[in-house]
């Protein structure tokens, strides 16, 4: 063979091999096109950060009031709404009108003295009632049913005319032996017979008597359960007469004892009148409504004033009811345009959508109607292996992460994946706990652009991030 076909066999030799290599490139590629192509991460050892963000009206944790002592005229009103005041500061000067507080300890005394004659007209009638119920009851106790004695004593003669018969019997009887023998003579056996019959027919007749008599009672004792039930009614209806009296006399000591304290709360005005003419603060605040103004009567005990007290303030927000590390105690931090302020969450209580906290926090600057928007943080004591929320998958057996592994494949080196499942814990917004399941960390697959089965050969994007390139 010549040079010209050894060359020529070399140059078609070289032509098929470079074929071979598009061709085994082109058909990777094309592989590869195919495949699921994944983003994969790495879990982590870290703990967990939650976080949620609310809402919420800022107004004061307390709000007091301030009342006038008695009535009077204002002088001076000292302050306006949203004004801060100190504890002691004067705020309203009052002028009293002493007659007007005279006529009023006047008025008193008369209504006193009224009650007064009301209270012995009550005490007097509840004796009356208490008499009458006391008279009814010894007549319950003495009196019985007329005719019981007679009736009584017919059965005594009844019972002693029984006897003389059962003895006139037993004479009766001896006589008529008697005779028979020819002892005694006829006359003497009729004579025994006689006082027998005679006797039989006084029992006769008591008898009838008798029964007549228990008719005669049994119409007594109907009265006489008449008459007692009519006491016994007498009786009950004096007895509620008498509960009512002891419910009016108890109203009328109620109202003596409250005249009395009115008396006394005017002497008292009147005695401290220096001291009431001048309204204080009585403790630190702002102020958030004066509904009074000079020269207006005012009457005691008016609203004069109410203020938010102190410089605490509270505000009222909603979480979702998964919530679970929001705890009472917990601090928060409350941003709006012009301030940034630590709070405290002091009571969180469920409701029926969501859960609703209270927040204080201390303020000079801050006024009632502001809004904050409120952020809730908590870092875990502990540290877990935690994995993105997005990575961790479920069905029907459970919750699952699908770990990514290389293997020989016929083109070379390629990527798999492989169904783990595992046993989770908690979460925040962006990890979850990974309780049971993965022994050691591999790479897993966070984002895929199509599904994927178990087993199935991916293209992993982010690769060089977690395997040597060869």
């Not at 917004?429 to 049971?436: A, F, L, R, S, W």
Request: charged share 30%.
């Amino acid at each position: 063979m010549n040079n010209n076909g050894k060359r020529n066999i070399k140059v078609i030799g070289t032509i098929f091999l470079v074929i071979l290599v598009i061709l085994l490139l082109l058909s990777e590629t094309i592989y590869s096109y195919n495949l699921p192509a994944v983003t994969g991460t790495m879990p982590v050892t870290g703990k967990l950060n939650k976080s949620e963000t609310a809402a919420g009206l800022a107004d004061w944790a307390e709000e007091e009031e301030i009342y006038s002592e008695i009535g009077g005229i204002i002088d001076e009103v000292l302050v306006k709404e949203g004004d801060k005041v100190k504890k002691g500061q004067e705020l309203f000067y009052l002028d009293y009108d002493e007659d007007d507080i005279n006529e009023k300890l006047k008025e008193i005394e008369i209504n006193k003295n009224k009650i007064a004659v009301d209270l012995e007209t009550i005490q007097l009638k509840m004796e009356q009632l208490r008499n009458n119920i006391s008279k009814l009851e010894e007549n319950i106790e003495k009196e019985e049913p007329e005719g019981t004695n007679e009736l009584k004593k017919i059965e005594n003669q009844i019972d002693k005319l029984k006897e003389q018969i059962k003895n006139a019997e037993e004479e009766c009887e001896k006589k008529n032996i008697l005779y028979e023998e020819g002892i005694i003579s006829k006359s003497e056996r009729d004579t025994a017979e006689n006082t027998l019959k005679n006797l039989q027919y006084d029992l006769q007749g008591l008898e009838t008597d008798y029964e007549n008599q228990k008719i005669t009672v049994r119409n007594k004792r109907d009265e006489y359960q008449e008459k007692m039930d009519g006491y016994r009614n007498n009786i009950e209806s004096f007895e509620n007469e008498l509960k009512i009296s002891e419910q009016d006399l108890k109203m009328k000591e109620l109202d003596l004892k409250n005249l009395a304290s009115q008396e006394g709360a005017y002497k008292q005005t009147l005695s401290d009148f220096s001291e009431n003419r001048i309204l204080k603060a009585p403790k630190d605040g702002t102020v958030i409504l004066v509904p009074v103004k000079t020269g207006q009567y005012v009457n005691a005990n008016q609203l004069m004033m109410s203020f938010g007290a102190g410089s605490e303030f509270k505000l009222e927000c909603g979480i979702s009811l998964d919530n679970n590390f929001v705890l009472a105690g917990d601090a928060c931090e409350l941003i709006n345009t012009s301030h940034a302020i630590d709070g405290v969450v002091s009571e969180i209580t469920p409701d029926e959508h969501a859960k609703k906290v209270t927040v204080t926090f201390q303020s000079e600057e801050v006024t009632k109607g502001e809004t904050f928007e409120i952020e809730f943080r908590k870092e875990s004591k502990a540290s877990y292996t935690l994995v993105p929320n997005g990575a961790v998958n479920e069905d029907n057996e459970g919750y699952f992460i699908c770990q990514i592994k290389k293997r020989k494949g016929v083109l070379g080196n390629e990527y798999y994946v492989k169904k783990v499942y595992v046993y989770i814990g908690d979460s925040d917004n962006e990890n979850t706990v990974i309780v049971k399941g993965m022994d050691f960390f591999e790479p897993i697959v966070l984002l895929s652009d199509k599904p994927f089965s178990d087993d199935e050969t991916i293209k992993v994007e982010n690769a060089g991030d977690f395997f040597a390139e060869e």
